[in-house]
């Protein structure tokens, strides 16, 4: 193995490990602060995906200015579904793991409903458009100039979060919430507030790494649950409620996927539910987690 | 005792009038309509397979048999009436379906799955119940070494040993391609054609110097792609589905791999595929099928009321045809039986030709005629096509080509 084998599989993998940590730190966070195990997840990449789509190719509008477009519109989704439903579902529920188990099963049905309109609306096939399609040389690989966009992004939009969490006021009641959210909420935390924004800052992450996603590879309306599996194995691997263990146990997850497909390219996905289920038996608590 | 006779004689006299007319009437039920059933992917990663393949061919049929009145059964015409499920583009859904539309659904008919491993699974199953079972998108390597015990199965579409491989490969050894990568999903439609493949390019002096199986539906491909590029192969022939197709164009342009040749399908025989990617991108790209307006005036009609009935984009340039023709020898056999008999009408499209848009068609049999059959190979409109200024022309075999050249090698991908 020489070393330009070695940096295409190193950036491939890190290429696609920025998507699969975006959509994994939304998980993360409406998991480890929401409580709700978001089934449907993987269908807010697939509707930001769509919607960069739509807006490309009927608009002309650059994809990169569909970030500040599709972001918002999909962090609006997110936050009015938990002050409705989730809201309702967690008044209704005489325990909190009564709500976790109502919650979950409720997800499921939102996965449907997205699922099934954005067939109806774009039909079952693929769909895709080309964008800064030209190659780059990286020390002798060659990486194509979306990817390396994309990966620019996700590492952009990931750090700007953990910053946003770790500094800002917002943040840190969201970490307040999530570490004791009847505390918090004495402490004069709008706890209803945050939860919702929570779960909408997941939604959005999750739109966001659509829109990235669109750039590089095809999308179909039946996309959405493949990332969910995906966000789930990579919340496992980083550490359940760990922000940072989501952002890079994304990557962890590329470059293993990415050396798999190098030696057994049929076993790629395969491996991942392998680690998936070495991590539950190893180390479930996942490199970050406590 | 005379009160008692009367009523003897009234239920004697009762008995004879209704049970004669009951026992008439079961024999005798007058149909309205013929319900053929179906378990399609309308949902699922196969949708964008069926939805652009068999699906519309299947809906322009039935609403062109119905504005005919319906089909002819021994003087009287029935309309058409299409019952289709949604198996999820999921096996084992997609054959319990199969089973419920025989068993509990009743239909008249049966009419395809989707991909070769549904028409692999589902055409026994249909063969059991004595169902005349038309293939559709789907090839039958595999199935071919069981049609002699499925005397039900009527493969229709060509596929990799008949004869788009054999036809490929005379098609790149005539432009001088020594070497090939081959790309290919590890179902049995990829496995299939790998394994065509391996037999027929050694045979015809072309090596394969990479080989690598994907899953299937694999949307992220630069890895391997990058293999066959350093492989230096002449040829580069990706046996995928549409998602996996798109994923090969695309990250192949986007790197800057542009082997001499490139063989991809299902998918480039889409003509949506020139709507995402651009008639420049795709110039010189190879696919299966094929046909066009130029096969004969009886195709360019059915095109014609195709893109009419739906629109260009919807045309597939490999199916299309072959499933048309297909469903034209059903509706001609069930006329000639005269019944809804799903034996009698076996028989017939066993026996008899029938006059199509592909011309005279009639399938191959096996087993002497007892067995099932593929439609004959000399009805093929063609098997290999190729993109030319935005035409999917076809380029093999000869003797059916819509064009005289075949671009070789494929021009450099056009500045993104």
Redesign the interface.
Known sequence: MNLVTVL??FI?GVL?GGIYALIAMGLSLQYGVSRVLNVSHGEFIMLGAFATWVLYTSLGINPLISLVIVGPIIFVIGYLLHRTLFRSLFKSSPSLPAFEGSSLLATFGILYII??IA?ITW?????????????VNLGGA??????LLTLGFAIGIGVAFYVFLARTRMGKAIRAAAQDPDAAGLMGVNINQVLALCFGLGTLLTGLAGVLYSM???I?A?MGLGFTIIAIIVVVLGGLGSIPGSFLGGFILGIIG?IV??FE??L??AAYYIIFILLLLVKPTGILGK | MKHLKFCFCIILLVSFVIFPITAWSESKVEKDKIVIGAARPLSGPLAQIGDFAMGPIMTMWAEEVNARGGINVAGKKLPVELLIYDDTSDLGTSTRLIEKLILEDKVDFLFPNCSTAFLYASAPLANKYKYVYLGAEGGCTTLTAMLPELPYVFGVLNYSDYYQIPVLADVLVAKGVKTAAIIYINDLHGVEYYHSSLSEFMKKGITIVMAEAVPPFSEDVELVLKAARDSGADALCGYVYPPTTMAVLGQAAAIGYSPKAMVLGPGVNFEFFKGIFGPQMLEGVMGFGAYNSKSSPEIADFIARFIKRWELGAMDWWGGAFYFAGLQCFEKAIEKAGTLDNTRVRDIMAKEHFDTILGDTWFDMTAGGEGGGLLAKECHPGQVGQWQNGEYEVVGPTDKATTDQVIYPKPAWPAP
Do not use: H, V
């Not at chain 1, 060659?142 to 990817?147: D, G, K, L």
């Open positions: 295409d599989i491939g696609i699922q099934n067939i039909g079952s096939s693929s769909k895709g458009y080309t964008f800064l399609a030209s190659p060659i990486f194509s100039a979306n990817r590089c590879f095809s179909q039946t990415q497909t190098y390219p049929s790629s996905l």
